[in-house]
């Protein structure tokens, strides 16, 4: 089978690769249909590394994907061929603490899709993954919707553990396309007025269109004094998005005293830093996402329910053979671009 795999810094090409097989009882055959860009994968691309999982080359990245299943092993309930599925792209060990306790997106034995010393992602023709790994779409969602499950069910992870109610007015600081799915899922369960920041003007634009009551420019106004204009206690909940030690600085100037930064994004560094007299003075809550937990099917269930516009997000496509084209425009933040797919 083909696979298009990191060769070096910036570097792709396709690889000619086994057949993957299926081992297990519970093991599923499938079809690759879509693969969504991560910015965690342009990571990989640009640096080789996010924080201590370092890209061993030749590698294939890739977690974000829908697909269509081929073959079944004898224990598997749950799926049959034919099925379009959006997968999970992480397996869990079931027997940890982590697991017992219900923190399964922090097993002590997770392998995850497309992570440097886990399991090679799914930018490739074909994968195997286990049956609970896989959610059946039952033509009630399309394909690429399937796709976005993955950045969706992140989105609406965090947004549970950020504890909203129809009164928490919200901050969300980066509308990637992780943030515009906090976005997405905040408005979905209930929340009051929503602040949006971006240093890109396009993606400012496009989260107001799709659903703040505002949206600004930090490199081009002062958001905290527009916001605090706005709300002047605060935020309940900032969603820190893009990653960067300068959101996080605004984070703390927008709380209000017993509000919740909900750290989001992944930094390129190995450290950040938080005002330890505003955190203490303010008695500030920080939360960090790990991925998401228990969100693929409730994202699913929003979808279905038609109360939640997402086919916006999808900006641009490449053929299977143009994913490094897909990579570099969005490394390089091109025309426009919010989430590039890959279609099969």
């Not at 920041?197 to 905290?224: C, F, H, S």
């Not at 017993?258 to 830093?273: A, D, N």
């Amino acid at each position: 089978m083909k696979a298009f795999m990191l060769t070096g810094l910036h570097q792709m090409e396709i690889h000619e690769l086994a057949d993957v097989k299926m081992e297990r009882q519970d093991d599923v055959l499938l079809q690759m249909k879509r693969v969504g860009v991560c910015g965690s994968d342009i990571h990989y691309y640009e640096t080789g590394r996010v924080g201590s999982q370092v890209v061993q080359f030749p590698y294939a990245v890739g977690h974000e994907c829908s697909a269509v299943v081929k073959a079944v092993g004898p224990a598997v309930k749950k799926v049959k061929v034919g099925d379009e599925v959006a997968v999970d792209p992480a397996i869990i060990c079931h027997d940890c603490d982590q697991c017992r306790a219900g923190r399964e997106n922090t097993c002590r034995k997770l392998l995850f899709l497309g992570c440097p010393g886990q399991i090679p992602g799914c930018l490739s023709e074909y994968l195997v993954m286990p049956e609970d790994c896989l959610y059946p779409l039952s033509g009630k969602i399309n394909l690429d919707q399937g796709a976005l499950c993955e950045p969706l069910s992140i989105g609406y992870y965090a947004a549970v553990q950020g504890r909203l109610n129809k009164n928490s007015n919200i901050a969300i600081l980066g509308s990637g396309p992780i943030g515009l799915c906090v976005m997405t899922s905040a408005r979905y369960l209930g929340c009051g007025h929503v602040y949006v920041t971006d240093k890109l003007d396009y993606r400012v634009k496009l989260a107001a269109e799709k659903g703040a009551n505002w949206a600004g420019n930090p490199d081009k106004e002062d958001i905290i004094a527009a916001i605090l204009e706005q709300e002047p206690e605060g935020m309940d909940v900032v969603f820190e998005c893009c990653g960067q030690q300068e959101a996080i600085d605004q984070a703390a100037e927008l709380l209000k005293p017993g509000g919740t930064l909900v750290l989001v994004g992944i930094p390129r560094e190995e450290r950040i830093s938080l005002s330890i007299d505003k955190m203490r003075r303010k008695e500030l809550g920080l939360v960090n996402i790990r991925r998401q937990n228990r969100s693929v099917q409730p994202v699913i269930d929003m979808l279905i329910s038609g109360k939640v516009d997402v086919d916006y997000m999808i900006t641009h496509r490449f053929p299977f053979d143009k994913s490094k084209e897909a990579f570099d425009l969005v490394a390089a933040y091109a025309d426009g671009v919010i989430k590039a797919v890959i279609s099969f």
